[in-house]
Structure formats: C-alpha cells, structure tokens
C-alpha cells in the first residue's frame, strides 16, 4: 500500500509513499537518524536515507535505496476539485476522511485505520503553517500515516494526537507541497 511501517532503533511510526523513492513522514518519528529500516506493502524491510526534514512543519522526506513498486499518493495540485462540470473541495470542515498508520504493538504488516470528521482547518502562527484537525481515533505509531478524505485523496500526514481534547492534528498537502522540493534537496532544518 502507499502506507508504510518505519522502524529506527529508537522510534516506530508510519510513513506515506509519494513516489517508489520517496516517503513523507512526521519528522518526530525519525529525529536523530539518518537511516530507517521501511516496510513497504507489509513486505521485507528496505532501507531507506532520511534526505530532509523540517522540526517546525514535523515533515521528514525519506529516499528509498531501491525503488519499491506498488502504491503512491499523488499531492493533491489544489483544494479544488472539478469533476463533471462541477467543483468541490478537497477537504473542508465536516468532511469524513480516514486515518491510515501502524501500530507496532497490533501489526507491522497491516496498518490501522479508523475513520472521523475534519473538524478545523488553521494556518497556524508563527510561520502560518497550514494544520487540519480531525475527530478521529489515533494512537503511538500512526504518527506519519495518511489523512484521505472519502473519495480516496491525500489530505496530509498525521503528526500528533491531543490527550486534552482527543482530536488529532495533520499537516495539510498545501504545506507538504510547499516544503517538498526543500526537504528533496537536502534541507535540514
């Protein structure tokens, strides 16, 4: 699938597979590596080079050493869809999406997924950062899993889960899109 299960010695979490190189994930789940461990449609384990990362948005960009086949998402190019001479928005608040991650302690194999409602939408201060909240179920390992809404489009990676409010927070595509081609050249930051 276009999720994947990261191992490091110190931290498991999941990852979303971009291209057959290339995997976003929460820049938690890899702080202080430079190599992880990648399991890819719950198959053996390749490795993987962790090529950017950026603390204040949580993303990190990790390049496979061989290109696996299967799955990818693709970033969505706006939050505007046209179909059959309508238009519609990618994700909006009410929206049903769905969580995809692993959780190491259930399967490496075959990841979780649990289902709820975008409940905010912000671009969060300093850096105007754009952030989605959503209703449903997340927990340890599911950080740097997919966010899809109901018609199967990427809507961004999960990086953390509120035990105050028991919502959890996404960085949105807009903001994956905006850090790509920085963490595809090496930024560390």
């Known amino acids: 699938g276009a999720v994947t299960?990261?191992?490091?010695?110190?931290?498991?979490?999941?990852?979303?597979?971009?291209?057959?190189?290339?995997?976003?994930?929460?820049?938690?789940?890899?702080?202080?590596?430079?190599?992880?461990?990648?399991?890819?449609?719950?198959?053996?384990?390749?490795?993987?080079?962790?090529?950017?990362?950026?603390?204040?948005?949580?993303?990190?960009?990790?390049?496979?050493?061989?290109?696996?086949?299967?799955?990818?998402?693709?970033?969505?190019f706006s939050n505007q869809v046209f179909a059959d001479l309508s238009q519609r928005s990618v994700a909006d608040i009410g929206y049903e999406v769905a969580l995809i991650g692993f959780v190491p302690e259930i399967?490496?194999?075959?990841?979780?997924?649990?289902?709820?409602?975008?409940?905010?939408?912000?671009?969060?201060?300093?850096?105007?950062?754009s952030i989605g909240q959503v209703d449903a179920a997340a927990t340890n390992g599911m950080s740097g899993g997919a966010v899809f809404n109901k018609f199967g489009e990427f809507l961004g990676v999960l990086v953390t889960s509120s035990a105050f409010d028991g919502n959890v927070r996404y960085v949105r595509f807009e903001?994956?899109?905006?850090?790509?081609?920085?963490?595809?050249?090496?930024?560390?930051?």
């Open 107 to 129: 399967s490496t194999n075959t990841p979780l997924v649990t289902f709820g409602r975008i409940g905010a939408l912000w671009d969060i201060q300093p850096g105007d950062y």
């Open 175 to 189: 903001e994956i899109k905006e850090v790509i081609e920085e963490l595809r050249a090496g930024s560390k930051k």
């Open 5 to 76: 299960f990261i191992d490091i010695i110190f931290s498991r979490g999941s990852g979303v597979r971009i291209s057959p190189t290339e995997i976003i994930t929460a820049e938690h789940v890899i702080t202080g590596a430079g190599r992880a461990n990648v399991s890819v449609n719950g198959g053996v384990f390749q490795r993987a080079t962790v090529t950017g990362y950026d603390t204040a948005r949580d993303l990190a960009l990790l390049t496979l050493d061989e290109p696996v086949a299967g799955l990818t998402v693709e970033l969505p």
